[in-house]
């Protein structure tokens, strides 16, 4: 069973490149996109159970992904969810957290982390 990934990033140039990469690197398949912050919040309230990891940008083309992160408070313990933004300063890091993040990647210079962590994710779900 391939990892899969809820994308929510307002950029095509990343979301079709960071898809490449997950797809190729670490067995990930998409299963969602969102561009903002409503399309984001309803597609996670109709598919509650449909994801294993979700990726949220922090500024997108309408709202923001603070209020999506809130909304994955409800999650199961098997999912996982990530912050990939350009401005992962250490407030927002701290906000992110206090939000339920597991983790935060920096855009600029953590994909390659971000990948290796959603390889182990992908392993850990494959396990019976």
Not at 35 to 52: K, R, V
Request: charged share 25%.
């Amino acid at each position: 069973m391939s990892l899969r990934i809820f994308l929510v990033e307002d950029s095509l140039t990343i979301r079709v490149s960071l898809m490449d990469m997950l797809t190729d690197l670490a067995d990930a398949c998409l299963v969602g996109v969102a561009e903002q912050q409503a399309d984001a919040i309803q597609w996670l309230s109709e598919h509650p159970d449909g994801w294993d990891v979700a990726i949220v940008d922090i500024f997108l083309k309408r709202g923001s992904g603070l209020p999506v992160l809130s909304a994955c408070a409800g999650r199961s313990p098997k999912q996982r969810v990530l912050v990939l933004s350009n401005y992962a300063t250490s407030e927002m890091r701290a906000q992110a957290l206090r939000l339920g993040v597991d983790r935060v990647f920096d855009k600029s210079q953590d994909v390659d982390a971000l990948i290796d962590y959603c390889r182990q994710v992908g392993l850990d779900v494959k396990l019976p």
